[in-house]
């Protein structure tokens, strides 16, 4: 994240007291590593470089202070960061974009280190999720992320939760929503974690789904056909007439089919049964663009395979990486990625 540190009154108390060379050091030292974007105002560079410190500290702060002019208002623009207080007596609290947090909390908690990720299945969930990522924040002009992937195993996403919340760590966590329709309700393990984080009261701990049913929804219908386990697919022409019409009627990026589809598993007359009234007319009217919904009907779905064999193949990674810039995956996805983005802005890893 973006931590950003300026000059009040209450720094020349601070700088008083017993932590405060070591919560300096520390705030260098993720910054060198990369680990967040350090901005601290020029006065503020000015006064610690009088103190004794380390020749690497001082080098990294004589090179904040010529960055300063092209970072010094980045967090105007970040939907998240973190403002460190001079206060001694702050609390941690969230005002708009800015988490203020005490600076004591520099050496009290673990903030400085990697933000963590936790997603369902880290090596395909993770994966895809940190592609995005990289992208939004190149999207800002923020080409450099820190992210550490936690791997939360489904249903004991909550207990890795917990866990990592007790280590005072920046926390994020994204979860599918297997939502069956734009209204559908969350999943219980969607519920679970938010539960835990609003319980937390831990203001670096955020916790979400994209608007859509599971992670494979963010690829695009292009790119899923044209993967190994989607090749001469039977189901490939109906989701496509689906998605044609769906396009020609005017439909919203929000309310596509694509969105909601279960792509693992597929969807049915009989399946969708289970869902409630409102999801079931929403899915039997998709449907119905493409078949003839008064008798029986299913469209098969892809398997459990779909993100591997995409991160298995780079000539569709190229294309899905071009595939977020277009303005229908933006009006989907892009508003929630581009919030998310921001906990994992780093910057530059310098070998000193």
Not at 183 to 203: A, F, M, N, R
Not at 251 to 265: I, Q
Not at 312 to 325: D, K, L, P
């Amino acid at each position: 994240m973006i931590v950003r540190w300026r000059y009040t009154n209450d720094f020349d108390e601070l700088a008083k007291t017993p932590h405060f060379l070591t919560g300096v050091s520390e705030l260098l030292r993720a910054g060198r590593l990369g680990r967040h974007l350090v901005i601290i105002d020029r006065l503020i560079i000015a006064r610690l470089l009088d103190f004794d410190i380390s020749p690497h500290d001082r080098s990294f702060l004589e090179r904040l202070a010529q960055q300063f002019t092209q970072t010094g208002r980045a967090h105007q623009f970040s939907t998240a960061y973190i403002e460190v207080a001079n206060n001694q007596a702050a609390e941690p609290a969230v005002s708009g974009s800015a988490v203020t947090v005490p600076f004591k909390m520099l050496v009290t908690s673990d903030i400085l280190e990697p933000a963590k990720l936790i997603t369902e299945n880290i090596d395909n969930d993770g994966w895809l999720y940190s592609i995005v990522i990289q992208y939004f924040a190149e999207r800002v002009g923020r080409g450099h992320v820190s992210v550490e992937l936690l791997h939360g195993g489904g249903a004991d996403t909550p207990k890795v939760l917990t866990n990592a919340l007790s280590e005072k760590r920046i926390v994020v966590t994204l979860v599918d929503s297997d939502r069956d329709c734009p209204t559908g309700p969350k999943s219980e393990t969607l519920k679970k974690v938010e539960k835990i984080c609003d319980d937390s009261e831990w203001v670096l701990a955020k916790s979400g789904t994209p608007p859509c049913r599971e992670i494979e929804n963010l690829i695009p219908i292009d790119i899923l056909t044209a993967l190994q386990c989607g090749v001469g697919h039977a189901s490939n022409a109906i989701l496509i007439n689906i998605d044609n019409a769906e396009h020609n009627n005017g439909t919203t990026s929000a309310d596509r089919h694509w969105n909601y589809f279960d792509l693992k598993k597929g969807q049915s007359s009989n399946q969708i049964l289970k869902t409630n009234d409102e999801c079931r007319q929403w899915i039997t009217g998709k449907i119905a663009l493409a078949l003839d919904t008064d008798n029986d009907w299913e469209v098969p779905g892809y398997g459990d395979n779909i993100v591997s064999q995409l991160r298995s193949n780079g000539v569709r990674i190229a294309e899905f990486r071009r595939a977020m810039s277009t303005s229908h995956w933006n009006e989907k996805f892009g508003a929630f990625f581009s919030f998310i983005a921001w906990f994992f802005v780093g910057a530059q890893r310098l070998i000193t």
